[in-house]
Every structure is written in C-alpha cells, then in structure tokens.
C-alpha cells in the first residue's frame, strides 16, 4: 500500500512541480517512447547479460513482492515456534526414535501437517529435519550444529538476496544509460545544426528527455524497489534464524518452553507474539508432544 502511495507521490510531485511552473509536456510526451525504448531496452538487455535465468526470474517475482511485503505473518512465526516446541519436546520425552518418523517424512507427519505453511517453506522443512536428524545421529555439540546451521543461512539469504543485487545494479546503470541516450540525441540535433533556434530548442530538449527519464527511472523507481525488496529479503531470513535459535537452545539442556522463548525473543518486533500468545499457541500444539 505504501509502495503505490509512494509512487504516487513520484510522479504527482514531479510532474506537477513541472506543470506548475510552466512546462510544456508536448516536449516529453514526443520524446519519452523513443528515449524509453533506449534506456529500458538497454538496461533490460545488461540485466540479462549480467544474470542467470534463476536470478531474472527470482527479479522479477521480487518486484510483486517488494508490493505485496514480507510473506511471513505474526501468526507464522507462532506456528513455526510451536512446531518447533513440539518436536524438542518429543524428542526429550519420548526420545529420538519416535521423532524419527516426523523428520523423515515430514509431508506425513501429525506434527508438521498441523503447521502447513512452515511445512510448504521447502527450505524451513529440510532445515528442521536435517538439523534434528544430526542430532539423532549423535552429533550433539551445540557449536559444531551451531556452526553448520550458520553455513546453511549464510547460503540461502545469499541466494535470496541475488535478486535485490541485481535490480540495485539496473538502477546504478541507468542514470548512464540516459546519459547515452541524451548523447544520441545530440547527436542527431547536431546533424539538423542548420535548423531554426526553435526546432534546434525542441530536439535539444527531446534529447534531454533521456537524462531526465535515466534518473528518475533509477532514484525514484527501481532504486526504492531493490532497497525494499532487500528489507523483506532481511526480514524473512529472521524466520529461519529463530529455528537455529530454537535448535541450539535445546542442544543446550533447556526445556522446550524455554528454547521456544529464546527463539521468540529472535521474531522482528513488528510481528513479535507476546509470552501469553505463545503460551495460548504452545497449548494447543500436537498431542504427539
């Protein structure tokens, strides 16, 4: 909502201010399709050059999420801490041959199917059961668990963030890029050089055009949408950290209970659940537990 609010506000205030005080829009109405087929074609063109498929793919997906926000609600991360509540606590009561089941095949379990958003996150659902099968297999050190799970964030959000990157780059081109096109636009004034001051005028301006739309095109536009999908993209990594938080408390002795409230105190803020919203959510996990 505040994305469009936002954009709104680009161009009422640049354009009005321009209307205001006494610019003549025929001059870029004529211009703009010629010097946005330039600059956008060009910047599209480096964008694909400079990416793989994965990454213009994950770009462009991101710029509906950089509207849309981060995918991860209050009520997520009261699930995901549940989840995690009871598998610690099944596998300290019950041991880890009755959570082997949950960890193995996760789709079937009693435990994940009660959370399936967490559940259809592929990445949180393998990095639960992977780090939980480690510890069925005996590698119980917090630090070495600690230290691999830290590896396995370190990966996805760099994947994650190859996104951002990328349109940050398109919008650092393309202040150049109207650059080039302004150029090709004197250019072409240059070769009407015997033309009266008024059609002169009237090219210059059109060439102008490019400089213009390069800039406004990457500050107010692409610029903002890279540094907000990257916020989102930092936001949603503190999900998965809270489930290295949660895991290396209970390598560490602590009750369920307690892990879970070290992981809670992991959640943004603005999503943060309090101590009795989280003991409502912990009652009501699986009976499995």
Not at 48 to 57: E, H, P, R, Y
Not at 95 to 108: D, M, R
């Amino acid at each position: 909502m505040f994305q469009i609010i936002g954009l709104v506000l680009l161009f009422g205030m640049v354009f009005g201010s321009y209307a205001i005080s006494g610019g003549k829009f025929d001059v870029i109405t004529h211009a703009a399709p010629h010097e946005l087929m330039a600059i956008g074609g060009a910047a599209v063109a480096a964008f694909l050059i400079s990416n793989s498929i994965g990454v213009v793919k994950s770009s462009l997906g991101g710029i509906g999420k950089a509207f849309a926000g981060p995918k991860w609600k209050k009520q997520d991360y009261k699930d995901l801490l549940s989840l995690l509540f009871a598998l610690t606590k099944t596998m300290k009561s019950k041991g880890v041959i009755a959570l082997e089941s949950h960890i193995e095949k996760p789709g079937e379990s009693t435990i994940f199917q009660k959370y399936p958003k967490v559940l259809k996150d592929h990445f949180a659902t393998d990095f639960i059961c992977d780090t939980l099968r480690m510890m069925t297999m005996n590698l119980e050190d917090p630090h070495q668990i600690e230290d691999a799970m830290e590896k396995q964030l370190e990966k996805h959000h760099h994947e994650a963030a190859a996104a951002p990157h990328a349109l940050q780059g398109m919008a650092d081109a393309l202040p150049a890029l109207g650059i080039v096109a302004a150029v090709l636009g004197v250019i072409k004034t240059m070769g009407s050089i015997t033309e009266p001051p008024e059609v002169l005028g009237g090219m210059i301006g059109g060439a102008l055009v490019g400089t213009f739309m390069g800039v406004f095109l990457a500050y107010g536009i692409v610029g903002p949408l890279a540094a907000r999908l990257q916020a989102i993209v930092d936001e949603e990594a503190a999900f998965y950290k809270i489930i290295q938080s949660v895991l290396v408390a209970h390598l560490h002795g602590n009750a369920a209970q307690i892990s879970v409230e070290i992981g809670r105190g992991d959640i943004p803020s603005s999503a943060q659940p309090s101590f009795l919203e989280m003991e409502e959510s912990l009652s009501a996990a699986p009976a499995e537990a």
